[in-house]
């Protein structure tokens, strides 16, 4: 990165992007990126190979999503308070301020912590999660609404 402001933000989150470059738009496994010319002479030409290498700012190597996974199940307070201020934002129209950060937090907290659900699994903490946030989000506008 040339620009030191853009660098900055960009150490942080490419080793993240990096990891799901994997991943085409639709979500498809592939190993080449999509060559750069879509004409009929490069129609079944690929385009160069998929970098999903990083380093993230504390030194944690990521090789592929299986490491990204791994992270994530290390400490998930991150992931899920990222994953609640982003639906409530949604839900309520409106970007967070410091007092709703506080209560993501409190709400993250309070959701049962020790594994990631596996799929078909009925106790999902997620799900538990997403009805938390849902909850606050329906609290919020019950009270805007009598404010107004």
């Known amino acids: 990165m040339a620009e030191e402001s853009c660098a900055g933000c960009h150490k942080n989150i490419d080793p993240f992007g990096f990891v799901l470059e994997s991943y085409d738009q639709i979500g498809r ?11 009929k002479k490069y129609k079944e030409a690929l385009g160069l190979p998929v970098e999903s290498a990083g380093k993230l700012a504390d030194r944690t190597k990521l090789e592929d999503i299986t490491d990204l996974k791994k992270y994530l199940r290390e400490d998930i307070a991150p992931f899920a308070e990222c994953i609640s201020e982003k639906l409530l934002t949604y839900a309520t129209g409106r970007s967070m301020n410091c007092s709703d950060h506080k209560l993501i937090r409190d ?6 912590r020790g594994r990631i659900p596996r ?9 538990e999660l997403l009805d938390t946030v849902e909850l606050f989000a329906l609290l919020y506008f ?7």
């Open 29 to 39: 496994w592939r190993t080449h990126s999509p060559p750069l010319r879509t004409s």
């Open 119 to 127: 799929s078909g699994d009925s106790s999902s903490e997620f799900r």
């Open 142 to 148: 019950r009270v805007i609404l009598r404010l107004s």
């Open 107 to 112: 709400v993250v907290k309070d959701v049962p």
